[in-house]
């Protein structure tokens, strides 16, 4: 499956550390999310974009931010993350934010020393 | 809040049938998704209900019931391949209508 896919699959990062995870999507659809996947924990949705906009920001910390320069890209920026914050990091998108089925990327497995 | 409830694990034979349960807070409800996840991977797409009743989707058909705020995935003549953790979602009219998701149900096909 590539309909959706996320680059590096892995990251390593210090907290004094600057780095982007990158999505892309080859579904044609309008909306993309950004999801939070922590051990022993439910998946946590970060943020929803739809149509390039930003209408959800689920209370996410400023160390993350998200971009969407296009339907089809998503990047999140990271910058002075925390050890707390090593998790999967899943990209979804689907064809509207509204209603229908959400596709995911295969994650970045991100861990912060 | 729109809680999610559904067993942390489970555990079934090669070839047998395993049901999954999963309720949620029934107020605003608007469609409820199963996913599935091997370890390490995407989460994939088994199905969706909004109406209640049972959709059947080859060896996996998922049920709801709105009124009682339930639901469960049944899988049959299971394979080794199978397991995997199985992630129930609900969509609600009164959060956005954005994907809530369980914690998850790891399933554990044996021998």
């Known amino acids: 499956e590539t309909g959706v896919t996320q680059t590096p699959r892995h990251l390593v990062m210090g907290m004094t550390n600057k780095k982007s995870l990158k999505c892309e999507q080859h579904?044609?659809?309008?909306?993309m999310y950004w999801y939070k996947q922590s051990a022993k924990k439910p998946l946590e949705l970060m943020f929803v974009?739809?149509?390039?906009?930003?209408?959800e920001n689920n209370s996410v910390p400023s160390r993350f931010s998200p971009e969407c320069p296009n339907s089809s890209h998503l990047f999140l920026h990271l910058h002075t993350l925390q050890p707390e914050d090593s998790a999967l990091y899943l990209c979804?998108?689907?064809?509207?934010?509204?209603?229908?089925?959400?596709?995911f990327g295969p994650g970045t497995r991100l861990t912060v020393l | 809040g729109q809680n999610i409830d559904q067993p942390t694990e489970m555990t079934a034979t090669e070839g047998a049938i395993v049901q999954i349960n999963c309720t949620y807070q029934?107020?605003?409800?608007?469609?409820l998704f199963w996913y599935q996840q091997h370890a390490g991977e995407a989460p994939t797409f088994l199905s969706y209900?909004?109406?209640?009743g049972l959709e059947e989707k080859g060896r996996f058909s998922s049920f709801l019931s709105r009124s009682k705020g339930y639901s469960y995935l049944l899988l049959k003549e299971l394979q080794m391949k199978d397991s995997a953790s199985y992630l129930c979602?609900?969509?609600?009219?009164?959060?956005?209508?954005?994907?809530?998701f369980g914690g998850g149900t790891r399933l554990m096909v044996k021998p």
């Open positions: 979804a998108s689907s064809q509207s934010h509204h209603t229908d089925t959400q596709y």
């Open positions: 579904l044609g659809h309008n909306a």
């Open positions: 974009y739809s149509l390039e906009e930003r209408v």
């Open positions: 029934t107020s605003g409800f608007n469609g």
């Open positions: 209900n909004v109406l209640d």
């Open positions: 979602a609900v969509r609600w009219h009164n959060a956005g209508n954005m994907l809530t």
